[in-house]
């Protein structure tokens, strides 16, 4: 059980509707002109499209965690496993010869 670690699912839910409200509050000055201010309709694009580029790579994020679920093996780990399986084999070969004895 991972308590630590934020529930990815309402982190995005969290930035949908950030995305939601910052571009509403955007379409809203556009279309009632009487409350149109230069410098918020920029900060409600820019938080909009702040939120919109991390949605985005969460997504992505998540999608290659599945992709990928492989760890790569290193040379050395590869090294060592070829090494236990010969010392297995050779100690599976002097058990059979004993036994045969």
Excluded: H
Aim: charged content about 20%; glycine content about 2%.
């Amino acid at each position: 059980m991972n308590i630590l670690q934020p529930n990815t699912n309402r982190v995005k839910f969290l930035f949908a509707i950030n995305f939601s409200l910052f571009s509403a509050l955007a379409i809203c000055q556009l279309l009632e002109s009487s409350i149109f201010n230069t410098w918020l309709f920029l900060l409600c694009i820019m938080g909009a499209s702040i939120n919109l580029i991390v949605w985005y790579f969460m997504m992505q994020g998540k999608s290659e965690s599945y992709a990928t679920q492989e760890t790569p093996v290193s040379d050395d780990e590869k090294n060592k496993l070829m090494d236990e399986l010969e010392e297995e084999a050779k100690r599976r070969k002097q058990q059979e010869r004993i036994q045969q004895n």
